[in-house]
């Protein structure tokens, strides 16, 4: 590689750049022989988290197996926008059958390679938060439970997008969606549990499970391939902003995952065969405030009289996670 | 190789001849003692190499294999009943890919009222669903039907349901000729998939098709079963040359020569029937008996070849068409457009009545006189239905119909008229 000057325009940001780092622990984005696995001229929107998030993930994948990937997709927004046939984006073999089936058709595929005798060939399944909380989620805990060799990627992004952003159990309390309307008492989703499957996928003992978001794209290849490095059923969980459903401006995806993180609303970390291992530390503590104000889908909590009790509640949502994971540097496990 | 064993047994034999490479199991009567055979051979190593995957639910069975057929696998998994329409979506979709899946299908009723024992509700409720379905009417013909099917399925790349009666067959031991692996092997090529997910090759399957070519490729499944019609007399014909059996094809007229009464029937009833024929023949009655093999595609042209001389055909179905009668009627009805003969529709063994002699001698000496109803339930408790009736008019919250009718019908074992 070229020598390339260090820059240091990246003041005020926790970022290292490319140009910091030793050749081998740059991006594989940063290369220029990137398998491009899910390629350019797709139809994502502008600002798209999951395009990002998918991009990285297969590209750090193909790279952990030598290109020998197969992937199977959910219905939803990542399956329509990256195949308008005759076109598709995707440089590896790929199938979708269903929208709630992803997990069951990939191990479908690892038990075909296995008994094929072809154990170079790795499997990824790859669904949006409804097709795995919800409708995908029956196969999914199969998948899990069974410990097939399977690498299930979810792409978060808190709601139903490609059906016009209807609520799913991933979508936040007090989030507008086209089912959660912003009207009545308690306008926007209702506060409950949702469906947490990054903690129901440590549940099943696997051996792998990881959230990660589109703002530590590094810390998402990293955990890519070291899921890559592994055999059994895995499960990351990528944050990713939308910014079509979510009333978002499309420049501020990257900010937005990075808040999510901050906040403490969004907890990253990794576990192996059910236990956390490791925890990415809140750098700078932010109040859900600055979240939440950057997104219209949330715009109902702050009119003219802000609905102080509800941020209050998801600001204490965000302390519990906080608490709970120790993602403060002085409370850190 | 004779040999005595139970229907379960002899197809997951035959399967197992097949040479699978992915099987998917999830447990519903009455088709579990087939999967479960499977699972043996494959645990103690007799079937090898193969994938044998306890699921957990129908939906996983049918998408585990899509996902190994789609990888190129031999692939196979059994259901029945609440369990073929609870993976109804999957079952679309393996045809609507071309996965040639091969699946048998234990003929159960469907609730509710929930009930485990045969009729054909099930898979009639997958008519259009894109398979190839062919009717097995005794064992030794379920376990031809299957080797039979992958052959077919795989030079087609359509997906092949083997409908065999629940328990009348499942679980009947009979005899049967058990082929030899020999025999299979040169009968069955090695599956090679028209499309395969490979890094060597990579392509991108299940697409969005709009409005610009989704005609064509429905069309093509279309296409495609109409080539089955072709295919399957010549299977046939290749079976019997290597197995030394008339076994599968379109149809299997029986005493249809010059026969005025002509009953149309599928599955394991059809031994009743020729029983019954025999007798009637016995006493002078110009009758005969049509079984249907392939039920999907259907054969117009070979039913309508059986049919087209005989004065009325009474179509016997172990399904029914809630609001019209019969369902198999209205297909051999469209075989015999044009043609001016008496067509009636009997509604026998839902959910597992015996159909008797008896009953079946009553009701075609009717038909013979064409004094038969044009929709008739055979052996149907007209008491029964008219007491539930007059409750449901003396009271509005007249409670469960099915518990309402079971509580007036009384504690019974087994109600074999």
Redesign the interface.
């Known amino acids: 590689m070229p020598f390339q000057p260090v820059k240091f325009y990246q003041t005020g940001t926790f970022t290292v750049g490319n140009r910091l780092l030793a050749p081998e622990e740059r991006t594989v984005q940063a290369n220029m022989q990137r398998t491009n696995g899910l390629n350019s001229g797709h139809r994502a929107c502008q600002g798209c988290g999951e395009a990002l998030g998918a991009r990285y993930a297969i590209d750090a994948a193909m790279r952990a197996c030598n ?4 992937a ?2 959910a219905t939803g927004c990542l ?2 926008f990256s ?3 005759p076109e ?1 984006s ?9 929208f ?2 992803t997990a ?14 072809r154990r170079e ?1 790795r499997v990824v399944a790859q669904g949006g938060d409804g097709g795995t909380t919800d409708i995908g989620f ?2 999914l ?2 998948m899990f ?2 410990n097939d060799d399977v690498l299930y990627i979810c792409y978060d992004n808190e709601a139903y997008m490609n059906t016009g952003v209807q609520r799913s159990s991933a979508t936040p309390p007090a989030a507008r969606t086209a089912t959660t309307m912003p009207v009545g008492v308690e306008p926007g989703n209702v506060f409950g549990q949702g469906k947490n499957v990054p903690q129901i996928a440590m549940a099943h003992n696997i051996p792998y499970v990881a959230t990660a978001t589109v703002a530590d794209l590094h810390d998402l290849e990293y955990k890519v391939t070291k899921a890559m490095g592994m055999h059994g059923a895995r499960y990351i969980h990528i944050f990713v902003p939308c910014p079509l459903g979510w009333g978002a401006a499309s420049n501020d995806t990257i900010k937005l995952a990075r808040l999510a993180r901050e906040t403490g609303l969004f907890a990253v970390y990794e576990a192996e065969h059910g236990e956390v291992t490791s925890v990415s530390k809140i750098r700078k503590r932010v109040p859900v405030e600055e979240y939440l104000k950057l997104q219209k889908r949330f715009v109902h909590l702050f009119g003219k009289t802000p609905a102080t009790e509800t941020i209050a509640r998801i600001q204490a949502m965000a302390d519990r996670n906080i608490r709970k994971f120790g993602l403060l540097e002085e409370e850190g496990v | 190789m004779l040999k005595q064993c139970e229907g379960s047994h002899a197809v997951a034999s035959a399967v197992a001849m097949c040479r699978p490479e992915v099987i998917c199991a999830y447990p519903i009567s009455p088709q579990t003692h087939i999967v479960e055979g499977l699972g043996e051979m494959v645990k103690s190593g007799k079937l090898a190499p193969c994938e044998f995957i306890n699921v957990e639910s129908e939906f996983a069975a049918m998408s585990v294999a899509i996902g190994a057929s789609a990888a190129g696998a031999r692939s196979y998994t059994a259901t029945a009943s609440q369990g073929l329409l609870f993976m109804v979506e999957a079952v679309y979709n393996a045809s609507g890919l071309g996965l040639p899946i091969v699946m048998t299908v234990a003929n159960r009723a469907i609730g509710a009222p929930i009930n485990i024992w045969n009729d054909h509700s099930d898979s009639m409720s997958q008519r259009d669903c894109g398979w190839i379905q062919l009717f097995a009417e005794n064992n030794q013909e379920a376990l031809d039907l299957h080797i039979q099917a992958f052959r077919l399925g795989e030079e087609l790349s359509l997906p092949v349901m083997v409908c065999m009666d629940g328990f009348i067959l499942t679980h009947a031991y009979e005899r049967v000729d058990m082929p030899t692996q020999e025999q299979v092997d040169a009968y069955l090529p090695p599956f090679v998939p028209r499309q395969i997910l490979d890094p060597a090759e990579p392509v991108s399957i299940g697409a969005m098709v709009g409005p610009e070519a989704f005609t064509e490729v429905r069309y093509l499944a279309h296409a495609k079963q109409m080539q089955a019609l072709e295919l399957i007399p010549q299977h046939a014909a290749e079976f019997q040359k290597i197995f030394g059996r008339d076994s599968g094809g379109l149809v299997r007229p029986y005493r249809c020569e010059d026969a005025e009464t002509i009953v149309v029937a599928l599955g394991s009833v059809l031994g009743t029937l020729k029983d019954t024929i025999d007798e009637m023949r016995d006493a002078g009655h110009k009758i005969g008996v049509l079984g249907i093999v392939s039920f999907r595609p259907f054969p117009l042209q070979a039913i309508r070849e059986v049919l087209k001389d005989a004065k009325r055909v009474v179509v016997l179905e172990k399904s029914l068409a809630v609001g019209i009668g019969g369902i198999v009627s209205t297909d051999v009805r469209m075989a015999l457009s044009g043609l001016h003969l008496h067509g009636y529709t009997v509604i026998a063994g839902l959910g597992g009545r015996a159909i008797t002699k008896a009953s079946l001698h009553k009701m075609l000496q009717q038909a013979m006189r064409d004094e038969l109803e044009h929709v008739t339930f055979l052996d149907l408790d007209h008491n029964l239905v008219k007491r539930h009736l007059e409750r449901e008019k003396q009271k509005r919250r007249s409670g469960p119909m099915a518990e309402n009718i079971l509580r007036d019908v009384g504690v019974v074992a087994a109600r074999i008229a």
Do not use: M
Request: positive net charge; glycine residues 12%; charged residues 10%.
């Open positions: 290109n020998q990937l197969v199977a997709n399956e329509v195949t308008p046939y598709t995707w440089q590896i073999p790929w199938i979708h059958s269903l709630g089936n069951a058709v990939a191990t479908g595929i690892a038990a075909a390679l296995k008994v094929k005798g060939v029956g196969c805990s199969g439970e069974r």
